[in-house]
Nanobody, 115 residues
């Protein structure tokens, strides 16, 4: 059974930083592309950052330049370091594991940025 467990969300002031973690189990982690998505109230889920199984990264949207995705295959964990947070970054952040047609989602962690 695949499990993706996010942690590290919370309440932070504008300009602050957070590091999200996603611990995976039930998959051969090193073979999966991992990503972080977010969904704000009333909006569609959007990609924040992706890291492939070979370590290539790409970033999307307004978090580009303010976020860094990384992975530790020895811990089956993917991280998202976010800096210079803004109130508009407030959202539920979801971890995603992808390999071919196998797509898995975590339950999400709430990030709230106060002004």
């Amino acid at each position: 059974q695949v499990q993706l467990v996010e942690s590290g969300g919370g309440l932070v002031q504008a300009g602050g930083s957070l590091r999200l973690s996603c611990a995976a189990s039930g998959i051969i982690f090193s073979r999966y592309d991992m990503a972080w998505y977010r969904q704000a109230p009333g909006k569609q889920r959007e990609l924040v950052a992706r890291i492939t199984s070979d370590g290539s990264t790409n970033y999307a949207g307004s978090m580009k330049g303010r976020s860094t995705i990384s992975r530790d295959n020895t811990k089956s964990t993917v991280y998202l370091q976010m800096t210079s947070l803004k109130p508009e970054d407030t959202a539920v952040y979801y971890c995603n594991a992808l390999r071919g047609w196998d797509i898995n989602w975590g339950q999400g962690t709430q990030v709230t940025v106060s002004s």
